[in-house]
């Protein structure tokens, strides 16, 4: 369950970054709402999940969960680059989270 709460956490992660780009500069309201909305959550989940896993793989798989959503939404959304050293850097963050996960068991 506790995992199950860590990707909740990552994909609020990716919402609140994403969130970043639309508020522009805190500048509109509701995007910004959602944003710190989207922020405090994903904190709160991760608090939640490091009572059963490991500080260090939780911190890990939350930030490798956010920081590969937020580049993949990025190319999708904002039209940035998909330089093939880019993408085999987002595949080599998807093992390592792969990786955490399987030797924490």
């Known amino acids: 369950m506790h995992w199950l709460i860590l990707v909740l956490a990552g994909l609020l ?10 508020t522009e500069g805190f ?32 911190y890990a798989v939350w930030v490798g969960i956010g920081a590969v959503g937020t ?4 190319i999708v959304l904002f039209n940035e680059s998909t330089e093939i050293l880019k993408l085999v850097s987002l595949g080599l963050i998807c093992a390592g989270i792969v990786g955490l996960k399987l030797a924490h068991g």
Request: net charge positive.
């Open 13 to 22: 992660e990716i919402g609140w970054a994403i969130g970043l780009k639309y």
């Open 27 to 58: 500048t509109k309201l509701w995007p910004t709402v959602g944003t710190v909305l989207s922020l405090v959550a994903s904190f709160l989940l991760l608090g939640v999940a490091m009572r059963a896993l490991p500080v260090g793989t939780a």
């Open 71 to 74: 580049a993949i939404l990025g």
